[in-house]
């Protein structure tokens, strides 16, 4: 998905004005790339219908920067199909809180079980248990028993002499008789969702009536786990997801689909073999994860904080006029460095971010920059040509700079004056490369 979607999303950002086509045209290319990544076709129907409404709604055609707003967009809308906020486990007032594991033969149950209960432990300070109920194979109950203790929690098994039902029951007696806080029931699955199947799932959630029914479900199968969310809602019903195997596939189209068609939450991420490998889901890092992108978001959101509009259009017209100064160009990056230190900020940039990997930012050449610009008289500052011989030296001095610094930085200044003055898209971009040097 990811590489897809970015090159769609690079080329509408680099866009200076947006037309409805190019709208719609973006749109096109975003269906393509989460039917592509195995997006239920409902799901990516209604969301491009939404994000489209939004974009031509949110006055985005025309603006100074409407890509990145199309960007930050699909992004907040990505993020509100993937459930918004993160949710919570409830806990009952009165423990054990019983949490019951659910899901198809490999899915990944027995390892969430695990994962939860050593989450709990060490975010909550829970005292936990597991029952074990998937008696169909002594295995089942081996590995229980092996990853339980890993996870420093207790395991009530009694092999696989009594129905999965009656260990439920009593693994429920036991961690009353305990204390335990967190009961949590690991249950048997099936190849395929059937009646039987079902059956014992239901008969074992109205004996230890949970607080929350968890449904693992394995984000490699795509489309297909959408399919098993539903069968599973229908049959016997759950209240959130453990969206497990992140780590294997990119393309994450079942976590887009899962929420939106079951409207069940997804509260976990399982990435991986270890224990370890778990963790609370968040709606935006998953669309992050899914554009292949740097942190838009935050970046939209610092930039639309610093920038107001007038602002934003009077530079944009000093641009297009060539009227773009040193003492503007001052006043920008004071306000790009209050959004953060550079690497962060251009870390932000999407495309940007792994580009930076070991790339050496230094906050310190900008405080050169800025020193050097701060010795220059008003007239200098608006006129950089005049900056020659004697001044030169009086400004690297004034700055403790030299005056092959204070050449390089009005050469760098002029030439990204005549840059910007061509294309005002992805201006910020290059002033931060002539802040960096
Ligand atoms: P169950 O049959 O639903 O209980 O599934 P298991 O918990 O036994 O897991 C089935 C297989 O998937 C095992 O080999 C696990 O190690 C593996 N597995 C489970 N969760 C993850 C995960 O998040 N990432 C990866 N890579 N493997 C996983
Ligand atoms: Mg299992």
Redesign the pocket.
């Given at each position: 998905l990811s590489e897809k979607l970015q090159a769609t999303l690079d080329d509408v950002r680099q866009r200076g004005t947006l037309t409805e086509s190019d709208v719609n045209a973006a749109m096109r290319e975003i269906r393509l790339a989460l039917l592509e990544a195995d997006v239920n076709f409902k799901v990516v129907k209604s969301f491009t219908n939404t994000v489209k409404e939004r974009c031509l709604g949110a006055d985005v055609l025309g603006q100074l920067n409407p890509g990145q707003q199309v960007v930050g967009i699909v992004h907040e809308e990505l993020v509100s199909l993937l459930g918004g906020e993160s949710i919570e486990l409830e806990f009952s007032p009165r423990p054990p809180t019983v949490i019951l594991m659910s899901?198809?033969?490999?899915?990944?149950?027995?390892?969430?079980v695990a994962k939860l209960a050593k989450h709990l432990k060490e975010e909550k300070g829970s005292s936990v248990a597991l029952a074990a109920c998937?008696v169909q194979r002594p295995a089942?109950v081996e590995?229980l028993r092996l990853v339980g203790e890993q996870a420093g929690a207790t395991v009530y098994d009694r092999g696989t002499e009594l129905p999965a039902v009656d260990v439920a029951r009593w693994a429920l007696d036991q961690a009353k008789q305990d204390g335990k806080d967190v009961l949590i029931v690991?249950t048997a699955?099936r190849l395929h969702v059937d009646a039987e199947l079902m059956a014992e799932l239901v008969a074992i959630r109205d004996a230890v009536r949970p607080q929350t029914v968890l449904l693992?479900v394995d984000a490699m199968t795509g489309q297909d786990a959408v399919n098993v969310a539903e069968q599973f809602s229908a049959a016997a019903g759950f209240d959130g997801v453990v969206m497990?195997?992140?780590?294997?596939d990119a393309r994450g189209g079942a976590a887009l689909s899962v929420k939106a068609v079951t409207g069940k939450p997804i509260l976990f991420a399982?990435?991986?073999?270890k224990l370890g490998?778990f963790q609370v889901f968040h709606p935006d890092r998953m669309a992050q994860r899914i554009l292949g992108m740097g942190d838009v978001l935050s970046l939209v959101e610092s930039a639309q904080r610093q920038f107001d509009e007038k602002d934003a259009k009077d530079l944009e017209r000093k641009f297009r006029r060539n009227e773009f100064t040193l003492e503007d160009f001052l006043k920008q990056m004071k306000m790009i460095r209050r959004m953060g230190p550079l690497s962060k900020v251009l870390g932000m940039l999407p495309g940007v971010g792994a580009q930076l990997d070991g790339a050496n930012i230094d906050d310190r050449e900008m405080d050169r920059v800025e020193a050097i610009i701060l010795s220059m008289t008003v007239k200098e500052r608006r006129s950089p040509e005049l900056i020659k011989g004697s001044r030169r030296l009086r400004i690297a001095k004034g700055s403790g700079t030299s005056v092959q610094q204070v050449n390089q930085l009005v050469k760098n200044f002029q030439q990204m004056r005549k840059v910007m003055k061509q294309m005002t898209k992805g201006g910020m971009r290059d002033m931060a490369g002539l802040m960096g040097q």
């Open positions: 899901g198809l033969q490999g899915s990944g149950k027995t390892t969430a998937d089942a590995q690991d699955g693992t497990s195997k992140l780590d294997g399982s990435t991986g073999e490998d």
